[in-house]
């Protein structure tokens, strides 16, 4: 192993669950450091993602259920940069009341929390975009954060698929070069591009 690579595993270890908030305005008075966060439709895999990247097998519970994560969850990784898992959007079979209260938490959380330096926008590759990451793109931009697109379960895409959904989403980005970062390619499954997403964070932390 790499002295870079080491470093980052050490990094990343040093993990621990801070809590579960129904509003941005309680996570003000948990600690000061800057947060990045997962965002995406519901069972797109945010909970297996914050799990690989930390290398913890439990830390952010999985479920087979789309629609379970109904609070904002927080994670510290090193005393340093909170992992935030946000509520998954666009899931149908919860009830309209609570579908509408957990698009509230999102978008309040997004727009309003100040210590929010990155946004990660997951996307099942398989699946490919719908109307509600494109909403999710306008919010993050309108809130003015920068954000990035990961595409999580490539393992069951072809890699001409794969080439072909980047162009297309090269084109979809032009439309918000000014936010937009970077794609990541990614499968929990095969640990497929979790580094990337770790280095990616790993310098995010040391903003200031």
């Not at 990343?12 to 800057?34: A, E, L, P, R």
């Not at 994560?69 to 946000?86: A, P």
């Not at 970062?181 to 903003?207: A, C, H, P, R, V």
């Amino acid at each position: 192993m790499s002295n870079g690579n080491k470093s980052l595993k050490n990094f990343f270890n040093s993990n621990k669950f801070i809590g579960s908030f129904q509003s941005y305005k309680d996570i003000k008075k948990v600690n000061t450091v800057n947060d990045c966060c997962f965002v995406g439709r519901s069972n797109v895999g945010k909970s297996s993602m914050i799990n690989a990247v930390t290398k913890t097998k439990n830390l952010a519970k999985t479920s087979k259920t789309p629609g379970r994560t109904q609070s904002i969850n927080i994670f510290l990784i090193n005393e340093n940069i909170n992992l935030v898992d946000l509520p998954g959007y666009g899931y149908a079979k919860v009830s309209k009341v609570i579908r509408d209260n957990l698009g509230i938490l999102i978008e309040e959380y997004i727009m309003n929390q100040l210590n929010l330096i990155h946004a990660y926008v997951l996307i099942d590759a398989k699946v490919g975009v719908k109307n509600s990451d494109i909403d999710m793109f306008d919010l993050i931009s309108e809130a003015e954060r920068n954000f990035s697109i990961v595409f999580t379960k490539i393992d069951k895409c072809s890699q001409s698929y794969l080439s072909n959904l980047e162009n297309s989403m090269q084109s979809l980005m032009k439309s918000y070069k000014k936010y937009f970062n970077n794609f990541f390619f990614t499968s929990t499954k095969k640990n497929e591009g979790i580094i990337n997403i770790q280095k990616d964070i790993y310098t995010l932390s040391k903003q200031k």
